[in-house]
């Protein structure tokens, strides 16, 4: 089942995720090895006996059942032990499914596996990560085992973590925050080739959407900028993303009158930039964003 040179994605933010940040060593390293694992599949939905855990990453019993329960009580993983089937249970938000081709790929693997007590977990965790390529997933899924009263305890406790999840994703959803057209907009403008999916810009302009500034705001501040800083060779480098959707935003928005820098006196303006990309360049050093 397993597939040689498969690549699996992990946010960095799996060091200082709350669920994660507190647990110990070998519990990490038994959820790293999960996610990683020689025998998982493209579903993050496979068969995993605890004896294949033991040899691979050399965990005593008594460490791999508190791994285990840690695992489980933090909502990170399901197991069923009448046919030793693992589900991830944030596997697609971040190995997300692309295209149905994918789709059925990921179907493929998941119909091979044994009865077992996950299924309906599973297809929650598609219905929450995956929905529009749900009828593809749900093919060929075998049939369902019954749990046992703990088993149940803990799926109540992961569903209102699922629930809460969907709902988070939805409320993105509703934004429907115009990336693609604002940051056209700014090629346009400029002839450059600006990316509307790089995560630092995505996160700048988030940043003033839900500050309550709109698309004809956005396309004020660089109409603004662009009159006042095109054909400056010193000033037309900060028509980009980081200085005009940064957070002088609303200052930039709400300038009066606006005069070409070359014609003008652009000394503060200038220093006031370079100030602005130094603590840029200080904080990039300081860390990386997180997926």
């Known amino acids: 089942m397993s597939i040689n040179g498969r690549y699996v994605r992990i946010a960095t933010k ?3 995720d709350e669920k994660t940040i507190d647990l110990e060593p070998k519990v990490k390293l038994l959820y790293l090895y999960i996610l990683t694992s020689p025998h998982s599949n493209m579903a993050g939905y496979y068969r995993l006996p605890k004896a294949y855990i033991k040899a691979d990453i050399q965990l005593s019993d008594k460490e791999l059942d508190k791994g285990f329960v840690k695992l489980l009580e933090k909502g990170l993983i399901k197991y069923c032990n009448k046919s030793c089937v693992i589900l991830i249970l944030n596997y697609y938000k971040y190995n997300t499914i692309q295209n149905t081709n994918q789709a059925k790929g990921a179907a493929n693997r998941t119909g091979e596996l044994p009865k077992n007590t996950l299924v309906e977990d599973y ?34 406790e992961t569903d209102t973590e699922l629930e809460t999840e969907k709902d988070h994703c939805s409320a993105e959803k509703k934004q429907n925050i115009p990336y693609k057209e604002i940051v056209k907009y700014l090629n346009s403008r400029t002839g450059s080739q600006y990316k509307s999916t790089t995560n630092k810009t995505q996160k700048l302009i988030k940043a003033r959407w839900n500050e309550g500034f709109r698309l004809e705001d956005f396309e004020t501040v660089i109409d603004k900028k662009c009159v006042e800083w095109m054909g400056d060779e010193e000033m037309e480098k900060y028509l980009r993303p980081p200085t005009l959707f940064g957070t002088k935003f609303e200052s930039y928005l709400n300038q009066l009158s606006v005069k070409n820098t070359k014609k003008d006196n652009k000394t503060a303006q200038l220093k006031e930039l370079y100030a602005e990309a130094e603590e840029e360049d200080k904080n990039g050093k300081k860390g990386v964003d997180i997926l």
């Open 123 to 156: 297809k929650k965790v598609v219905t929450t990560y995956a929905d529009k390529h749900k009828k593809e997933l749900y093919k060929g899924l075998p049939k369902g085992l019954g749990n046992t009263e703990l088993e149940l305890e803990l799926e109540l």
């Open 14 to 16: 799996f060091w200082t």
